[in-house]
């Protein structure tokens, strides 16, 4: 039974920036490798950064790469995404993901957040 719950999405402008944050309720969250992707309307989900158990080793998109910055906690059993430099093509639902069965770089996401909506206006 694992439940994963986002927030911290809004509305912001060009330039602004946004702190996602995803908390998890699983026992067993330090083993799991968690990421962040977004889908924006009419488009497929894309990925967009993954974090391994430790935060140790992180992994980015293209399109975010030096902009957004993952981070976890696991004393709290949270995972954090800061978002910098927002564009309007970063508008999208915003969903947390964990993989609880591979390992880091398998990508098999088992588990699903509900969202949080961004919207970068121009």
């Known amino acids: 039974q694992v439940h994963l719950i986002e927030s911290g999405g809004g509305l912001v402008q060009t330039g602004d920036s946004l702190r996602l944050s995803c908390s998890a309720n699983?026992?067993?969250?330090?083993?799991?490798?968690m990421a962040w992707f977004r889908q924006a309307p009419e488009k497929e989900r894309e990925f967009v950064a993954n974090?391994?158990?430790?935060?140790?080793?992180?992994k980015y998109s293209d399109d975010v790469q030096g902009r957004f910055t993952i981070s976890r906690d696991n004393g709290k059993r949270t995972v954090t995404l800061q978002m910098n430099t927002l564009k309007p093509e970063d508008t999208a639902v915003y969903f947390c993901?964990?993989?609880?069965?591979?390992?880091?770089?398998?990508?098999?996401?088992?588990?699903w957040g509900q969202g949080t909506q961004v919207t970068v206006a121009s």
């Open positions: 993901a964990a993989d609880t069965r591979g390992w880091y770089g398998s990508d098999n996401y088992d588990y």
């Open positions: 699983g026992r067993t969250f330090t083993s799991w490798t």
């Open positions: 974090i391994n158990w430790s935060g140790s080793e992180t």
